[in-house]
């Protein structure tokens, strides 16, 4: 039996090569779309958070200081009558959290604790939660308000409770950074929890549906250095939930509410 035998320069190959090539070529037409179609199908749908880079915006509430720096404002009453607060959770420029910011202000214009303010900073939001930057430092302090003044919130309590999720870095999460969660984005957010920004434990419950929790120590003391080896890994945490207008809290013991999953 005498092989096809084709040399490149010639003007035609072999039947038996080019039947082969048209077979390859009319397989990897179908392949490679497919291919591709499959890869980006199966990918976690792009998050619809925002950072307004570049814009500044002007927010009035009151000034809450703990458990972490907030902004309170009123956002309407529910059917019976009862007031409901929106708490913008604010942090500062880069991989930091608010409180500094905060004390330099307070040196200047004394304890600001429930006091109505009207700051200016970056807005950073998504899946119901906001952040407000404060982008300009202790400057995003436009104005110390005299009036009247927002009712404390009360806290509902729930109880001791167990949740499983994944510790993240809110200001990424929310809008900084995309993605702003697990292993890729790990070495990110311990950076922004060790520089103060506050610890959110992000649970689903059995439908699916995700939630927020504001990570305390039992006293509602800062942990952020306490949970860093925790960050962006499937963690089982037991402590006190409890929900403080529109976040929840949840306070554990460091030392025996923690367990890594895998």
């Known amino acids: ?8 320069w010639q003007p035609q190959s072999p039947k038996s090569y080019s039947h082969a090539m048209k077979l390859l070529i009319g397989a990897l037409l179908v392949i490679v779309p497919l291919s591709a179609f499959l890869l980006v199908s199966s990918q976690n749908e792009f998050s619809a958070a925002n950072f307004e880079f570049g ?12 458990p972490v720096p907030m902004l309170k404002l009123e956002g309407g009453t529910t059917a019976d ?33 429930g006091q109505l303010v009207r700051l200016k900073g970056t807005l950073i939001y998504g899946d119901g939660k906001t ?32 949740l499983k999720g994944e510790i993240i870095d809110p200001k990424c999460y929310f809008g900084v950074m995309k993605p702003g969660e697990g292993k890729i984005h790990r070495s990110c957010a311990i950076r922004c929890i060790s520089g103060g920004i506050p610890p959110v434990l992000k649970i689903q419950d059995a439908e699916g549906n995700t939630n927020y929790c ?44 923690f367990k890594l999953l895998y």
């Open 131 to 162: 952040l407000l930057e404060l982008t300009d430092g202790k400057d995003a302090l436009l104005e110390v308000k005299e009036g009247e003044q927002i009712r404390k919130s009360q806290e509902e309590k729930f109880g001791e409770a167990t």
């Open 81 to 113: 009558g009862k007031v409901i607060y929106q708490n913008i959770l604010l942090v500062a420029f880069g991989k930091r959290g608010a409180k500094g910011d905060i004390v330099k202000m307070e040196q200047e214009k004394g304890d600001l604790e």
């Open 1 to 8: 039996m005498k092989d096809d035998f084709y040399i490149g």
């Open 55 to 66: 814009k500044s915006t002007e927010v009035e509430g009151v000034l809450v200081k703990k």
């Open 214 to 257: 504001l990570l305390l120590g039992s006293k509602g003391e800062s942990i952020n250095e306490k949970v860093l080896d925790y960050v962006a890994s499937p963690i089982e945490v037991s402590g006190q939930l409890s929900k403080m207008d529109d976040w929840l809290l949840f306070r554990v013991d460091f030392d025996k509410g």
